[in-house]
């Protein structure tokens, strides 16, 4: 699972991210952080601590320096 959620994090990086006409205002960005937090901690714990960063990631929010804990 852990080699499938990597795959989709790079997929996504690739090929979508290049399209999007807006920037993260994260940083890392949020690519970068998925990725990082499902090598560290694995599928379950990893891929929650990405999917929250996604969900906290809008037009709304301050941004700036974000590590994976």
Same mark, same amino acid.
């Given at each position: 699972?852990?080699?499938?959620?990597? $795959?989709?994090? $790079? *997929?996504?990086?690739?090929?979508?991210?290049? $399209?999007?006409?807006?920037?993260?205002?994260?940083?890392?960005?949020?690519?970068?952080?998925? $990725?990082?937090? /499902?090598?560290?901690?694995?599928? *379950?714990?990893?891929? *929650?601590?990405?999917?929250?960063?996604?969900?906290?990631?809008?037009?709304?929010?301050?941004?700036?320096?974000?590590? /994976?804990?």
């Amino acid at each position: 699972m852990k080699k499938i959620l990597i $795959l989709l994090i $790079l *997929f996504y990086r690739k090929y979508i991210s290049p $399209l999007k006409s807006t920037k993260c205002p994260y940083f890392p960005t949020c690519s970068e952080y998925g $990725l990082e937090a /499902v090598e560290k901690y694995g599928a *379950f714990k990893g891929g *929650f601590l990405a999917l929250w960063r996604i969900i906290r990631c809008n037009p709304f929010s301050k941004g700036g320096y974000d590590p /994976v804990p």
